[in-house]
Structure formats: C-alpha cells, structure tokens
C-alpha cells in the first residue's frame, strides 16, 4: 500500500437489519483515494453509494451493521470509538450533504454555523479566529463575507449549497465527501458549483469522493471512478479509460443511457429490468438478469474482481 | 403554421398570483402586487407533435402546464384545445372536457392512492367519464393498456399496489391513467425528472411510442434538455414567466441564439472527459420574481447586455426557418 493514498477501504461489507430482513447494502468493496485526487462514486439509487460514502465518517444509522476497513492515516475509521471519530469530523474528514436546506440550521446565522464546527474542535476558540476562517472558507465557495451574519432562508438553493461547502472545507480537511452535491439544484447553479470544486481542486490540498448519479459530472471533475451496482463495485478505473472503453456490461449500458446533447445521436438507450431486491439476492451475478452477454456461470456463481491492465472489473468475461 | 390542424392553441397565457401583504400597506398601496408567474405566453401544437418547455425552477414551466389545463385559473389568455374554448367551460362541462387532455405529474406515488389497486386507479377516469358499459368492460380495457406500457402479466399487475412496484412501473401506471380516457392533448410536467438513468429511457421511449399511436399533442416540461431532445419536435425556453426563443429541435440545438438558451446548453455536464468546453456563465442569480428587471428580464445576467436591453419588450422575433428569439441583438 502506499504512502499517497489518504483513505483506503478494504473489503467493506454494510448491512441494515430491518424488520422485514436483513438488507445487504454494500458488499466487498475495496477502492482507494489518492492524494488530491478526485475519485467518482457512480451508481443508481440503491447501488449503495451514499451509504459508502457515509459509512467513511462512520455517520451510518445505528441498525448498519459494517465489516471491513476504512483506514485513514493508519487507523481503521469503523473500529474506533465515537469521541474520536468526532475529532475526525470536520477536521480531517468533512462531508457536504444533497439537501443544504436541512443541513443547515434554520435559526442559526452562517457565522453561528461556523462557530458551532469550530467549538467541537477548540472550545475557547476566539470569536475573530472565526470569522477569519469563515470569510476564507466562504471566499473559496464563492460567498461573499458580507453575508456571515444572514439565516439560510436569506440565500438561495445554489448559495446554501457554497455555504455547506464552505462549512466543509473550513478547517482544512484531508478528504472531503460530497453526496450528489448538485442534485437539487438547476443546470446553470450546478454549473457553478462545479466550477466552484474544480477551483477546490486546482487550490487546495485535499482528496475528494464525489457521490453521484449524474455521469456528466463524474467525467467533468473524477480522475478515478468508481461504478456501483446493486451493493458491489463493478468497475474501478481512471476517467479516461472508463469512458472510452467501459469493461462492465452494465458500464456500458448506462454510459448508453444518459441523453446527451448531441443533436445526431437520436436514439434512446435503456436497460432492461430493474434492480435485484437487496433482501433477496440473486446467487450468482447481481447484474445477470439484465445483462446482454449473461451466461450460465454468471448465475451461479458470483464473480470476483478481475484486474484487467490496472483496471479493476467484476465480470465472468474478463476470467 | 396552418392553425387549423393545431389541437392546442394557446394565446396571450398569464398567471399572477396576488402576494400577501399587511392590511396596512394594502390601504396605501393602490395596486395588489403579484408574482408574474407566467406573463403573455403563446404556442401551438399540432397532433403527434411533442413542444418542449425548458427552463429553471421558477421560471414559471409548472405554472404555464396547469393553467393550459385549467388545474390553476389563468388570469388572462385564450386556450383552445381540440377546437373547444377552454376558457368559457364552467363546472360539469369543464369536467367532461378533462378527458380530452390529461397531465402526468413528476412525483407518481404522491399521483397515486396507495389504498387503491393500481388497476382500479386506472380505471376510475373510465367511471368518472363514463367510458365502457360494465366493470367487464371497462377491465378489459385496463388490462389491454397495461399490456401496451408493459406491466405484464397485465392480469397479476392489475391487483397490484403503488407500493409493490418500482418508481419506473409507477409512473407506467400513472402514463396508463392519463392515456386511458384516449385524450388529444397531454402534459408531462417533469415525469422523468425522479427516475434512474437506466428507467428514465424505457419511460421516455413509451411516452413517444403512445404519442406516434394516439396522435398526441404533447407538452413536455422539462428542466433537462437532453430528455427533450429526443421526445420533442420543437422546444420552447422559459426565462421568469416569458419564452424566449422558440425553434425546431434541430434548429435550437445547432444554432441556439438567445444568451440563456446558449447558457442553459452550455452549462449541461457531457458525459465525456475529453471534451473541454469554454463556458459562458451567467451573472448573479434569477432575479426575484416580485422584483423583476425593466426590459428584458435576462438582462440583469446576460453577458452581452447593453443599454438597449433595458426598455426592449422581449417579443418574439422571427429570425427564419421558424426560430423565434426574444433577443434582437444576435441573429
């Protein structure tokens, strides 16, 4: 393992015990973040990427059972107690949620939000300490310092969002996890907040772990990729490659399916099927019932990941 | 444009909702203020002709679908849909007409009675309308539409509930209900905005395929170009309650001309690293719409706005091959 990689996860395995069954959430995943690196999580609604992104600050509902590890610097962040995992919080480890309307505090002005992170860190922080690091965090998302003292309710969606972001950022994390950090928000303020992480990105020294469906986001700010389906890692490559030559069926699938704004390309591509219920998983491959090139051996037996020039895949084809 | 093959013609459409105020400053104000949702719209769609309406949240798309419909009180305009004034209907005979034109909302579980059968959903606009002579009947004709959106087994889905299925059968169903009462006019407010990439293609093929085979006239509203392109003949862009350029699919994709139109395509992520784009971005944010800007409403934004722009009207000018712009300063 090297030095460079700040976050490593090593066969993580995630459960929710539920009254109706156990449901398995994510299962074997291993991928790795590098140093001021971007990596991509790419998936579906209930392909257990929000819950891996989640499960990085140890912020999983308390029926998740994990197994597995989440090492950062050395430590494995799932076997540590709570006190510390809260120094990790913010400071090492910062996470930016969808919904900035019910991450932040109705009744609390942005500068009181700073306040708040800051104290969990320093109880006697001073009062201009704050506002120096809050009027640079914000500076960064592009906010205006003028507007510590205003309510969330005073902003608009793009602008709570630069604020979270902001929040995310202020006390200098090493790694920043951002879970669909545009999805609720227009084309034209999604634009800007991408444009914000792109200068995050060239700025400052931190790896981030960018959850999202939208795979026009991923090729426009992830150098690594990771694809999730049903609770697995399919495909874990660079960007490049991963676009111009997908390895996974439902890869390639999916990158067929995204309307794009090429005006030749007419058709519409889907793919058949639905998801597997994740109560009752299939035995073999979690893709077969929808895959084109299924085969006998894809329903009986689960394939592990196969290396295939660097890449990482989990398919019977590349064997 | 012939207008008499046109099924839905709307002209001079407004929505304004009156804004709550104190009585005190309702006795020294003269005039109510309002929010301009949608102010003096117009467009035509033939049958089998998809239009798309595009723009942000708040640019007023929602509004502009309910009112054509009459699910919201328009303030002003005429709508004709299917050579009927929609305007002057009142009451039952209002209703009676609702058969002709239908809307499929975003959100299919909340359009749906969890309590009901997804089959007795489907079948209730058959009783309201009249439509069938028998409960016989009239599952006959649930079962055959369900086996035309593939929900199939049609027999074993019909006694399904809203929570057993997926978002992407859902909205199936929802489709299904829409399309039963044979209507000649049909608005999709967003209805793929809530579904995975992988289901939002099967929706967005069957709403085509039923448009081709009931001759629909279609409204599609969207915030997501890329889904109006392959649905839509024409697409219309919204900007704060006006449409500011109007053109042919093809057309408004190879030559976009309003500054916004060309932000709003600009701005769309390509699922492709290697292309690197140079982006125009707008200023600022949307104006609000209780305070909005004299002249042309996207000027307050628009990178190429000039003095001019500040008492210009934002009509629609015809630039050729049918593209309408509202920006009279690039052609």
């Known amino acids: 393992m090297s030095q460079e990689n700040s976050l490593e996860i090593k066969n993580l395995n995630i459960e929710y015990l539920t009254r109706s069954g156990t449901v398995h959430a994510v299962k074997d995943a291993s991928f790795s973040v590098a140093k001021k690196e971007t990596l991509g999580i790419v998936g579906e609604s209930g392909c257990g990427k929000s819950t891996t992104g989640h499960a990085i600050l140890k912020l999983l509902p308390s029926n998740a059972r994990t197994k597995g590890e989440i090492v950062y610097k050395g430590r494995n962040v799932l076997t540590m107690p709570e006190k510390e995992v809260r120094h990790l919080r913010g400071k090492d480890i910062s996470i930016v949620f969808q919904d900035p309307m019910t991450s932040l505090d109705p009744i609390m002005r942005v500068k009181d939000h700073f306040l708040e992170l800051m104290r969990a860190h320093k109880p006697n922080v001073k009062e201009e300490e704050v506002i120096q ?16 003292d205003n309510y969330p309710f005073e902003f608009s ?34 634009e800007q907040i991408m444009e914000v992480f792109r200068h995050l990105k060239k700025t400052k020294d931190m790896s981030i772990v960018l959850i999202t469906h939208d795979l026009g986001i991923v090729a426009e700010l992830a150098d690594k990729v990771v694809v999730m389906y049903a609770g697995e890692v399919m495909e874990y490559a660079d960007v490049y490659n991963l676009y111009k030559n997908p390895l996974h069926p439902y890869t390639q699938l999916l990158l067929k399916s995204v309307p794009n704004i090429k005006i030749d390309d007419m058709e519409l591509h889907h793919i058949p ?47 | 444009m012939n207008k008499t093959e046109s099924v839905v013609v709307v002209k001079d459409l407004k929505k304004y909702f009156p804004l709550k105020i104190s009585w005190l400053e309702a006795l020294r104000k003269k005039e109510k203020p309002t929010v301009k949702a949608v102010d003096g719209i117009s467009f035509d769609i033939k049958s089998n002709e998809a239009l798309g309406l595009v723009g942000e949240s708040g640019s007023g798309k929602t509004t502009v679908g309910r009112s054509t419909i009459r699910l919201i009180e328009p303030t002003n305009g005429s709508i004709k849909i299917h050579n009927q004034d929609i305007m002057r209907l009142k009451g039952e005979n209002l209703r009676k007409a609702r058969k002709n034109f239908q809307i499929i909302f975003q959100d299919p579980m909340a359009s749906l009675n969890p309590y009901m059968s997804i089959g007795k959903s489907v079948m209730h606009p058959l009783e309201i309308h009249n439509i069938g002579s028998s409960f016989k009947e009239r599952k006959e004709m649930v079962l055959e539409l369900f086996n035309k959106v593939n929900l199939k087994p049609s027999s074993e889905f019909f006694n399904r509930f809203p929570r057993q299925l997926s978002g992407g059968q859902r909205q199936r169903v929802v489709i299904a209900r829409a399309i039963i009462t044979n209507p000649k006019f049909m608005v999709s407010d967003e209805a793929t905005a809530m579904l995975d990439v992988s289901v939002r293609s099967q929706v967005l ?29 024409r697409i219309s862009v919204m900007y704060l309650g006006k449409i500011v350029e109007i053109a042919s699919t093809r057309e408004l994709f190879e030559h976009p001309l309003h500054p916004y139109t060309k932000i709003l395509m600009g701005a ?47 009509k629609l000018i015809d630039m050729g091959n049918n593209h309408l712009s509202a920006c009279p300063f690039i052609k």
């Not at chain 1, 090139?293 to 895949?313: L, N």
């Not at chain 2, 081709?212 to 392959?230: C, M």
């Not at chain 2, 699922?271 to 307050?300: A, H, L, Q, V, Y």
Request: with cysteine; net charge positive; glycine share 4%.
């Open chain 1, 157 to 190: 969606g793009g602008m709570r969002q630069r604020v979270m972001i902001a929040l995310g950022i202020a006390l200098k994390p090493n790694v920043i996890v951002a879970d669909e950090p545009t999805t609720s928000l227009d084309v034209v303020v999604q």
């Open chain 2, 205 to 233: 093929k069957l709403m085509l395929q039923l448009k081709d085979e009931y001759k629909l006239a279609f409204l599609f509203i969207t915030h997501d170009l890329a889904s109006a392109k392959y649905i839509c003949e």
């Open chain 2, 268 to 314: 769309i992520p390509i699922p492709d690293p290697t292309i690197k784009r140079n982006k125009i971005m707008p200023k600022g944010e949307i104006p609000s719409p209780t305070d909005m800007p004299t002249g042309c409403r996207f000027r307050t934004r628009c990178p190429y706005a000039k003095k001019e722009c500040e008492d210009m009207d934002m």
């Open chain 1, 133 to 148: 690091t809050a009027s640079e965090a914000l500076e960064a998302a592009g906010v205006s310092k003028k507007r510590l």
């Open chain 1, 273 to 319: 099927g639905s998801l597997p219920d994740l109560k009752n998983l299939p035995q073999g491959c979690r893709f077969y019932d929808r895959c084109p090139f299924a085969k006998e051996k894809c329903k009986k037996e689960e394939p592990p990941i196969f290396k295939v020039d660097k890449r990482e895949v989990r398919c019977w084809l590349y064997e």
